[in-house]
């Protein structure tokens, strides 16, 4: 079974903090993806990955930055975090032409 | 401009009491349509694909059906343990692996 692990299931950070969510996937995938989750607004991409150290910007990158040193890991990072970044985040992976596998998500509050 | 528009937004069902949950589509053109189940806390949990008109995957109680707008996930004789949100979500044949989802349908199976 694919496993894909989120760092943490919640996460409460202030207004201006440098705030880090962490990836992890056991099966080898070339793709990565970061999604956040909001009521009525769906699943939004913000940054995804196609092989180690390549990132694109999804719809929704302004605020985000990402970083992937390893196949396994990819990182989604928060500059200076602000309430509005408050969230569900998901972490999915794939092969290609394969479908996507998520963690369970890290629920994020920004005071 | 690529779009996915799920309907009900909610369905409320008695247990036994099949039903259709709607996935409308416009995109350029598609690669794959994909069905996900997702419990409250959790991450959505992989479930079909679907590549061209005419398919039809089966999964226990769930059936997906694909048409040149749109998919239905048909739920038949449901149970309470049926209850979740179910996203669709579409790629399409730009050669990226981007997905867009749908805002989902909330289920319920009442006992």
């Known amino acids: 079974d694919v496993k894909v692990t989120q760092s943490s299931r919640y996460l409460v950070k202030r207004t201006g903090e440098k705030v880090f969510l962490e990836c992890v996937q056991d099966m080898d995938h070339e793709n990565m993806f970061w999604y956040r989750q909001d009521p009525g607004l769906g699943l939004r991409l913000i940054y995804f990955s196609y092989d180690v150290k390549m990132k694109e910007k999804g719809d929704i990158p302004e605020g985000y930055s990402v970083s992937r040193e390893k196949k396994e890991r990819f990182s989604l990072i928060l500059e200076s975090a602000s309430t509005n970044q408050t969230s569900m985040y998901l972490c999915?992976?794939?092969?290609?032409?394969?479908?996507?596998?998520f963690g369970d998500g890290t629920r994020l509050s920004i005071l | 401009e690529d779009q996915v528009t799920q309907s009900p937004e909610a369905l409320r069902l008695q247990e036994g009491e099949s039903s259709s949950l709607n996935c409308s589509y416009t995109?350029?053109?598609?690669?794959?349509l994909f069905w996900y189940r997702q419990d409250p806390g959790k991450g959505p949990e992989f479930l079909f694909t679907?590549?061209?008109a005419g398919e039809e995957k089966e999964k226990e109680r769930l059936k997906a059906t694909l048409t040149k707008k749109e998919s239905f996930l048909h739920i038949t004789a449901p149970k309470p343990e049926d209850s979740a949100t179910y996203l669709c979500a579409v790629s399409h044949t730009s050669g990226t692996y981007k997905y867009i989802f749908g805002t989902g349908t909330r289920l319920k199976v009442l006992a």
């Open positions: 679907l590549y061209s």
């Open positions: 999915a992976s794939s092969s290609p032409d394969q479908p996507q596998h």
């Open positions: 995109v350029s053109g598609l690669r794959g």
